[in-house]
């Protein structure tokens, strides 16, 4: 191993590849349950379900406009980091690396890999103790493919998702031509469109973009894309727009199969719906489904975070040694390992989930910020010399990041408690910036590193 100025990123990545691994990060498990939550909320009114589900799906695809110009402009490892780094400050930037390193990023993965056991154990006993053991091979695995090689991570995260958004799409589609529901859809729009109409497809809106969440991530892996300046705005935005198909699909087949008033009442709306047309059987295809979902939000994790902290510690605000590259593998390897070490920790102390729900809110700060990011950053790229522009500036940004505030304002007042506690942990990564800034020594300015090639 060596330091960067050895061993470097390797800009392996094409269109395909970024197309896939938003789609494969994003889709997890909230396609399979958020849905029948947002009947509930929304009275069970099909259209109002499916009009919040759309824009939802628009406010975030409005989100991937606007980083498809930072990423095509800054086509750096570390993403969003970066663009808050270079807009408002290397604090801002850091807090943001230090929550997802806890727990956003490490929750995320200790909660799959907890998942993926329990789903596991659906087709075959397990023991408490075997169940752990699952979870703990399956980072395992994962981190060693990621070790391995980026194109080896990026192949195998292609397979996975083509697998499973095919599986989901084939689902949808035999839930719409089987299922009986539609003869009981009932009123399809609410009898006057009054105040609690409103905070009603609001509170949904929440839960609707913590299903959406997840694009974010393939910005940490601009650094590894080639030709970014063309290759990164369409993939973003493909990928975006094909995950609100996907879903408003999934919807409509969750509706033909139950009918909205039963969708409604579910907890467990996707394994209700099958089981409508497909019986006892269903359950053990389901969760075929969800393993595989699982594995690749999983990997498409593994493949784009450590990427944000090889660039913390290429700035020399975090461990030195995650800024180290194979040069034999061009992997972050170090940056790899402590991630996935760190989730494994999470995932056997159990304490994980109380931890992500505290500090996952938390996020949507930093993302609205990376959406404000483009007027500052706009300042100083001529418009000659933008390979990307957003469409519909200034408005677009400014609409994602109104909506990243709804969802922090709603979560302070419905879960203060929980919500300050979040912010309180992110906080305390302020001394720690200032420790590791102190301890570094003299490098580079981080905007001049941002601007070096990768290669």
Do not use: C
Request: hydrophobic share 55%; net charge positive.
């Amino acid at each position: 191993m060596s330091a960067t100025g050895g061993g470097s990123l390797r800009r392996t990545l094409g269109f395909s590849d970024l197309v896939l691994l938003t789609l494969g990060t994003v889709i997890g498990s909230g396609i399979f349950l958020v849905p029948g939550v947002v009947l509930k909320q929304t009275d069970g009114r099909l259209g109002l379900a499916l009009l919040v589900w759309i824009v939802g799906g628009v406010l975030s695809f409005l989100g991937a406009l606007t980083y498809a110009e930072l990423g095509a402009s800054r086509p750096d490892a570390g993403g969003l980091y970066t663009y808050i780094r270079d807009a408002f400050g290397p604090l801002p930037a850091f807090l943001y690396g230090w929550a997802s390193f806890l727990v956003i990023a490490s929750g995320s993965v200790a909660t799959l890999a907890v998942a993926f056991s329990s789903y596991l154990g659906q087709l075959v006993p397990l023991s408490p103790a075997a169940a752990k053991a699952i979870s703990l091979a399956m980072i395992l695995v994962i981190a060693a493919v990621n070790i391995r090689g980026t194109r080896e991570s990026a192949s195998m995260e292609n397979v996975a998702t083509a697998m499973k958004v095919g599986a989901l799409l084939l689902m949808s589609v035999a839930l719409i031509a089987v299922g009986k529901g539609w003869h009981n859809v009932g009123p399809v729009w609410p009898d006057t469109w009054n105040g609690s109409v409103f905070v009603a497809a609001g509170t949904a809106m929440i839960g609707i973009l913590w299903a959406y969440e997840g694009w974010q991530y393939v910005t940490f892996s601009a650094g590894e894309t080639r030709d970014p300046q063309r290759v990164f705005p369409r993939a973003i935005a493909v990928a975006t727009f094909a995950l609100v198909l996907l879903y408003v699909i999934a919807n409509v087949g969750y509706i033909a199969a139950l009918g909205p008033a039963a969708a409604a009442r579910s907890d467990h709306v996707a394994a209700d719906a099958m089981a409508a047309i497909l019986g006892s059987a269903s359950g053990k295809l389901l969760s075929a489904l969800v393993l595989v979902s699982i594995f690749s939000a999983t990997n498409g994790l593994m493949l784009t975070a450590p990427r944000l902290y090889f660039a913390m510690a290429r700035d020399g605000v975090f461990f030195k040694q995650l800024a180290r590259v194979s040069e034999r593998r061009g992997t972050p390897v170090a940056a790899i390992v402590s991630l996935a070490v760190w989730s494994a920790v999470l995932a056997l102390s159990g304490t994980f989930e109380q931890l992500l729900t505290y500090v996952v809110f938390a996020g949507w700060i930093f993302y609205g910020l990376g959406a404000l990011a483009v007027f500052p950053l706009r300042k100083r790229v001529a418009a000659a010399d933008r390979p990307y522009s957003t469409p519909g500036y200034p408005v677009t940004p400014l609409l994602f990041a109104a909506s990243a505030a709804l969802l922090v304002l709603n979560t302070l007042r419905e879960r203060p408690t929980q919500a300050l506690a979040g912010l309180g942990v992110v906080i305390l990564g302020t001394p720690a910036f200032y420790l590791w800034r102190a301890r570094s020594t003299a490098r580079p300015s981080a905007l001049a590193i941002s601007n070096q090639p990768e290669d």
